[in-house]
Nanobody
Framework: QVQLAESGGGLVQAGGSLRLSCAAS????????MGWFRQAPGKEREFVAA????????YYTEFVKGRFTISRDNTKNTVYLQMNSLKPEDTANYYC????????????????WGQGTQVTVST
């Protein structure tokens, strides 16, 4: 059973930084990809970034390019999302997710999800 646990969320001022972590357990993740998504109140869950676990290749949605960086530590089975230059519109609950195969941007392609961690960016 795959389990994902996010941490690192919090309250930060605009322009600040946060690093989210997602600890994964339950199986080897070679051949899988891990993604970060976010959901703001009243909005649909949207793709933020993803990383291929084996190759380390990454993909970002346009509105976080140059500000967010996704990475993974294979020894700790943990994926990170470094978020810099945060904006109030980045406020959301952030979720990590796992899918078998290469990077995907569609919510429905991911089989396993964490509980989320709240990020709030104040003006």
């Amino acid at each position: 059973q795959v389990q994902l646990a996010e941490s690192g969320g919090g309250l930060v001022q605009a322009g600040g930084s946060l690093r989210l972590s997602c600890a994964a357990s339950g199986r080897p993740f070679s051949g899988y990809s891990m993604g970060w998504f976010r959901q703001a109140p009243g909005k649909e869950r949207e793709f933020v970034a993803a990383i291929n676990w084996s190759r380390g290749t990454t993909y970002y949605t346009e509105f976080v390019k140059g500000r967010f960086t996704i990475s993974r530590d294979n020894t700790k089975n943990t994926v990170y999302l470094q978020m810099n230059s945060l904006k109030p519109e980045d406020t959301a609950n952030y979720y990590c997710a796992v899918r078998r195969g290469d990077i995907g941007t569609n919510v429905g392609w991911y089989a396993y999800w964490g509980q989320g961690t709240q990020v709030t960016v104040s003006t």
